[in-house]
């Protein structure tokens, strides 16, 4: 039996918050059972319905361990209904408080907040099709991903992208944010999200683009007048740069750095609670190959007082979520394959991936999260390593 003080115990511990909504005289296969049967398979390498059936009877005994199984596998359907039935807020906090239970983030600890489409949530016919003509959009999910620690701290489901800007603060509101620096991209460029970090005591970095005009035009302005001033020694204490040769390409960063208060008269500074610095970022990146050359300018807003030095490491750490989240999912998970839609089916099993991969990062083993997971799918012993039993 599952017990102690474990990650996966205290996990089973928080899951049984989550309302079986089946009839007790069918529930042959409780939930912590179904439950604790999806995470050890998604550990191991098996996504599909079928598949974790098929690691269920195969590792039966190995399950038997800690969990009774009295009425052995349940059928891959009743898998499928199970967690699509389950309501998903529920399995978020239950996530959300599981994954940060023993967690103490240190001040200046980056939180990157980013959103991700479960793209085989609908069919593509069902996306190309107008709400009102019975069309639906794919499941969205928002994510806080802590870099440093490579772990999901929270996920929020919404309907679409553009209703990241009221996840956001529901996503805050469930965390414990205060001394932290909140990175965004520019869809979360909100004076009530802005608001709402600094009332949590946190601060932020947020980009900025044309879906706040003003302001981006009040960053341009504002660096394009600092460019043209006379060059004096001090103003190489405003800039940092970057140079970068991997991946058949060679990079040049440039960060600079102004107070707020060099906005023009006309971007109204109070707007945009504990505004106190303004951010651009200037890449010129050539293609080895090719010789082609791409350029690009980035701005962004800041509560913090920092040097332009710290301020690109903490623009480049937003990326960790796309790179050491996002594409796992996609390249090693295969999210954007799966084709779970039954109900709440993508979000709920959304979840499961991202216990599976705290789980897996949580390992100190210096492989793969891939090599983890062949690993975990051949030896009983290297699975319970990596569900930390």
Known sequence: MIKGSSPLSQLIEHLSRIKDLRM???KLYPLNEILFLCVSAVISGFEDWEEIVDFGEEKLDWLRKYLP??????SHDTVNRVVSMLDYRVFEKCFIDWATMEI?????????MDGKKLRGSATKKEQQTAHIDGGKSAKHIVHAWCGSLEMCLGQYQVAGKSNEIVAIPALLELLAIEGCIITIDAIGCQKKIVEKIV?????????????QEALALGLFEAFNVEDKEVATPSDEQAKYKEPERNHGRIEMRICKVLPSSKLPDWVNREDWSELNSII??????????????EEEERF????????PKEFNTIVRAHWKVENQLHWTLDAVF????????IRNAAENFSTIRKIAL??????SEKISVNRKRNKAALSDLYREKMLKI
């Open 358 to 363: 705290n789980l897996l990062k949580n390992n």
């Open 300 to 307: 962004y807003i800041s509560s913090l007082r920092l040097s």
């Open 104 to 112: 103490t983030l240190p001040n200046g600890t980056v939180i990157s």
């Open 280 to 293: 651009c970022v200037q890449s010129r990146r050539e293609i080895l190959s090719t010789g082609v050359i």
């Open 334 to 341: 295969g999210e954007d394959d799966s084709r779970k839609r």
């Open 69 to 74: 199984y009295k009425n052995g596998i349940p």
């Open 24 to 26: 007790d005289r069918t």
């Open 199 to 211: 009332k949590e005591k946190a601060d932020y970095v947020i980009s900025v683009k044309d879906n």
